[in-house]
């Protein structure tokens, strides 16, 4: 059984940046893409960054592209979500769950996800 928590989540000014992590613990975690989520009050939640079982892809919607990156530390079983330039938008609960699907080379939000952390609160304000 596979068990995600986040950290890092904290209030920064806008145009700020933050560093999420991820700890994914259990059998194998390694061989499971992982995803980030947020959700604010009163919206949906939205996928917005993956990475794969090894690493070697990501992706990146529109709303995160150029200003968030993620990485995976495979030694340290943790993903990381380095973000920049945050905007107002950008504040929400933010979690992260595993891809059902395991082995995959390339991480997709077309699959569903499970094991959800807990989420980590980001508020983003002047």
């Known amino acids: 059984q596979l068990q995600l928590v986040e950290s890092g989540g904290e209030s920064v000014q806008p145009g700020g940046s933050l560093r999420l992590s991820c700890v994914v613990t259990?059998?194998?975690?390694?061989?499971?893409?992982i995803g980030w989520f947020r959700q604010a009050p009163g919206k949906q939640r939205e996928g917005f960054s993956c990475i794969s079982a090894r690493g070697g892809n990501a992706f990146y919607g529109d709303s995160v592209k150029d200003r968030f990156a993620i990485s995976r530390d495979l030694s340290r079983h943790t993903v990381y979500l380095q973000m920049d330039s945050l905007k107002p938008e950008g504040a929400a609960l933010y979690y992260c769950a595993a891809d059902l699907t395991p082995y995959s080379p390339v991480c997709t939000f077309q699959r569903p996800y499970d094991h959800w952390g807990q989420g980590t609160q980001v508020t983003v304000s002047s």
């Open positions: 259990g059998f194998t975690p390694e061989i499971y893409s």
